[in-house]
């Protein structure tokens, strides 16, 4: 069998984008991200001495 080379980081740190394409999953990332802010802001709301200091 045949030895698979293990990455020298940081030198071989650009080939993760060979696989993680910016141009694909870039923006699905990044609405995550927004989508998991606005949760975790929505249940903050929701728990009490947040929701009274907001007026809720």
Do not use: C, Q
């Not at 980081?9 to 650009?14: A, K, S, V």
């Not at 699905?28 to 907001?54: E, K, N, Q, R």
């Amino acid at each position: 069998m045949a030895e698979i080379a293990r990455p020298k980081n940081p030198e071989d740190d650009w080939k993760v984008w060979l696989v993680l394409n910016p141009a694909t999953w870039l923006v699905p990332i990044l609405m995550s991200v927004f989508l998991l802010a606005i949760l975790v802001h929505a249940f903050l709301f929701t728990v009490s001495p947040y929701g009274a200091y907001w007026g809720g």
